[in-house]
């Protein structure tokens, strides 16, 4: 069974850092790719950053310069320490991966971040 956990979410000024973790479980974690997704109210889910595993990383213009997607493989966990964060990156915060060996979407629960203005 495959479980995604993410944790680290929650209420900061605008300006303001926090580091999101996804814990993975049931998958070959060292092999897949991973992403982070986010879904504000009211709007479509959109892709915010990819880490490969190789480690090769993309992002979603919006959040160039300001977020880093990383992993460790010893620890099954990917994170996205988020900096100079803005109103606009207040979402729901998903960890995603595409299981490269059954091809099958894999989704957390999601955690809130807020950033107030």
């Known amino acids: 069974q495959v479980q995604l956990v993410e944790s680290g979410g929650g209420l900061v000024q605008a300006g303001g850092s926090l580091r999101l973790s996804c814990a993975s479980s049931g998958v070959i974690f060292s092999i897949n790719s991973m992403s982070w997704y986010r879904q504000a109210p009211g709007k479509q889910r959109d892709l915010v950053a990819t880490i490969t595993s190789g480690g090769r990383t993309n992002y979603a213009n919006s959040v160039k310069g300001r977020f880093d997607i990383s992993r460790d493989n010893a620890k099954n966990t990917v994170y996205l320490q988020m900096n100079s964060l803005k109103p606009e990156d207040t979402a729901v915060y998903y960890c995603?991966?595409?299981?490269?060996?059954?091809?099958?979407?894999?989704w957390g629960k999601g955690t809130l971040v807020t950033a107030s203005s």
């Open positions: 995603n991966v595409n299981d490269v060996l059954t091809r099958v979407d894999y």
